[in-house]
């Protein structure tokens, strides 16, 4: 099968890359490299099954697929409101244009939607019915909303012209490959407390958030593009810490000694997360298998090789 990956040598993208090749599949990447590394993908290049485009999708591009992952977007809140406008375009106009490639070559087509369309939910844990709470005008909105009508506009090419598509609402999701600066809270404080930096926790921590590893969340990603299923479908791990609790754990686990100091809580951070993956267990028959503390050891490990080799 072709596959073609958008935000494929990003964090997620890769690690989807990676499972797509090693299972005998032929895979386009593309990419605009804004939080993406060649460095991610750099063992595909030069295989003939691998091919990497460099292209931002606000514009339209022209492509043969039998299955379209759509992921392109910048994901952390740091890189997302670096450049809000763009966010939004890249949601909007990039998901029209992915949307239009996979009617014009009859695609299957996957949406990495997210849990920020829950907002700052009152509903919890959220439920795939649980219709949000978000501020339209706040500094998250760029991505939240252009990630709702992300949500629309696939299902407004399913109703009109067919197009055969999955939408996945990931929830936090961490692992190898995050960059330093990635600005999210597990690469955060991994990075911190490696470095012998205060860990940073913003407000007070009690804020909570349900951290799902890499590896599981791709196999959720692929069962659902393979299966019968259109979704929406929540994809994380349910177990839910605040980010205090967070701190303390990679504290206990790389530097028992640092520090944690609190910073301003930005606005409109959701004060609790936690996915209900009943569809996806019911459904796809999909639920994570890694713990916090295992997916957190491996990651570490992957952020002290890589951090130990630059010094
Ligand atoms: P990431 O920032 O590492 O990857 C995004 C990739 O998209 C990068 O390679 C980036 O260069 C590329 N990109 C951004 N704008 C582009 C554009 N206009 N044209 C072409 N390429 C562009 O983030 P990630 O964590 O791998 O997230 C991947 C997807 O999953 C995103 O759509 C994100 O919204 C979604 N998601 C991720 C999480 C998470 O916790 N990791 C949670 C919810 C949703
Ligand atoms: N956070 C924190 N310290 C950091 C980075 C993030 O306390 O250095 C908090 C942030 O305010 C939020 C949670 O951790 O409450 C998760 O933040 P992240 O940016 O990883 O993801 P999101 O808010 O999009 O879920």
């Given at each position: 099968?072709?596959?073609?990956?958008?935000?494929?040598?990003?964090?997620?993208?890769?690690?989807?890359?990676?499972?797509?090749?090693?299972?005998?599949?032929?895979?386009?990447?593309?990419?605009?490299?804004?939080?993406?590394?060649?460095?991610?993908?750099?063992?595909?290049?030069?295989?003939?099954?691998?091919?990497?485009?460099?292209?931002?999708?606000?514009?339209?591009?022209?492509?043969?697929?039998?299955?379209?992952?759509?992921?392109?977007?910048?994901?952390?809140?740091?890189?997302?409101?670096?450049?809000?406008?763009?966010?939004?375009?890249?949601?909007?106009?990039?998901?029209?244009?992915?949307?239009?490639?996979?009617?014009?070559?009859?695609?299957?087509?996957?949406?990495?939607?997210?849990?920020?369309?829950?907002?700052?939910?009152?509903?919890?844990?959220?439920?795939?019915?649980?219709r949000g709470n978000v501020n339209c005008i706040g500094l998250r909105s760029c991505y939240d909303e252009g990630k709702r009508v992300a949500e629309t506009l696939a299902f407004d090419y399913h109703r009109q012209n067919n197009v055969d598509i999955r939408v996945m609402r990931i929830f936090n999701t961490y692992g190898p490959r995050m960059l330093k600066n990635d600005g999210r809270v597990v690469s955060n404080f991994i990075i911190q407390a490696l470095e012998g930096e205060p860990l940073t926790v913003y407000g007070d921590g009690s804020q909570t958030r349900s951290f799902c590893y890499a590896s599981d969340l791709i196999k959720g990603m692929i069962l659902l593009m393979n299966g019968d299923h259109v979704g929406p479908i929540n994809i994380g791990n349910p177990g839910e810490y605040t980010i205090l609790e967070l701190a303390q754990t990679i504290q206990k686990m790389i530097n028992p000694n640092a520090e944690v100091s609190f910073k301003p809580l930005p606005d409109d951070d959701p004060k609790q997360r936690q996915p209900d993956i009943s569809r996806a267990q019911n459904l796809l028959g999909w639920e994570p298998t890694i713990s916090l503390e295992e997916g957190l050891k491996l990651t570490i490990a992957d952020f002290r090789e890589r951090y130990q080799a630059q010094t």
């Open positions: 099968m072709r596959i073609l990956v958008t935000g494929g040598a990003g964090f997620l993208g890769s690690h989807l890359i990676d499972r797509l090749m090693t299972e005998g599949n032929e895979v386009l990447c593309l990419d605009n490299f804004y939080t993406g590394h060649k460095r991610n993908i750099l063992k595909w290049i030069g295989n003939p099954y691998f091919e990497l485009i460099r292209h931002d999708i606000t514009e339209p591009i022209r492509l043969e697929a039998d299955q379209i992952y759509h992921l392109a977007c910048p994901a952390s809140p740091v890189h997302y409101q670096f450049n809000p406008v763009k966010t939004i375009k890249t949601n909007v106009m990039g998901t029209l244009n992915m949307l239009g490639l996979a009617k014009r070559v009859k695609a299957r087509f996957l949406l990495a939607s997210t849990s920020e369309v829950y907002g700052d939910p009152d509903v919890h844990p959220q439920p795939e019915e649980y």
